[in-house]
């Protein structure tokens, strides 16, 4: 009888072992797919966002070409240009509210910092601040610099771990560019 009852003790114990152990793996694989899931939809709303903030910085600078503070081949005249910069604006906002749903503390607050340095290029060619062709690109490096940190923050948030090398390290930019030759 007790040789009975070690064996039905044994079978208990490891029916209850293997019942837990699938349970916990099963656990462990929702919350990968569910992980897996969200930053999906994470990389779409940076990726949505940063081609907002792409194509605002872009018009504002074909319009600061206009006004002769940027040495951009392509100037937009202003009437046009400031009609499609506040589209683009609607369309950078949307994209920033879906950036402040899905994106985490240090993501959101790259972004803001972004935004506020994009919005610093509009003044510029709404005649909002006064500048010269100097303070034009002072403002867009500093822009340029938020955008990175932006792209640094949301690939930490996605845990891509590649390296990313921000504009003021790269020995690229200390070359001449070949637009200008």
């Known amino acids: 009888m007790s040789a009975q009852l070690f064996t039905l003790i044994g079978v208990l114990v490891g029916a209850a072992a293997s019942y ?33 903030v792409k194509r605002f910085t872009s018009l504002a600078g074909r ?35 879906a950036v402040l749903l899905m994106g985490d503390a240090e993501t959101i607050s790259a972004a803001r910092a ?3 340095h994009a919005w610093v290029l509009e003044q510029f ?6 500048g ?14 938020k955008r990175d940190e932006f792209y640094v923050a949301a690939r ?12 003021s390290d790269d020995p690229a930019l200390l070359a001449t560019d070949p637009r200008h030759m």
């Open 20 to 52: 837990v152990g699938g349970a916990l793996m099963e656990r462990a694989r929702w919350r990968r797919q569910l992980t897996t899931r969200w930053d999906e939809h994470r990389l779409d709303c940076y990726l949505r966002y940063a081609d907002a």
């Open 125 to 130: 060619v709404r005649d909002m601040r006064p």
């Open 63 to 97: 319009l600061a070409a206009g006004k002769g503070l940027f040495p951009l081949p392509q100037p937009l005249a202003e009437e046009a240009g400031l009609e499609l910069m506040a589209e683009v604006e609607l369309e950078r906002g949307y994209a920033f509210e």
């Open 114 to 116: 972004l935004q506020r």
């Open 156 to 167: 930490d948030s996605l845990g891509v771990h590649a390296k990313f090398r921000l504009r």
């Open 132 to 145: 010269t062709p100097d303070d034009w690109m002072k403002a867009f490096r500093e822009f340029q610099e």
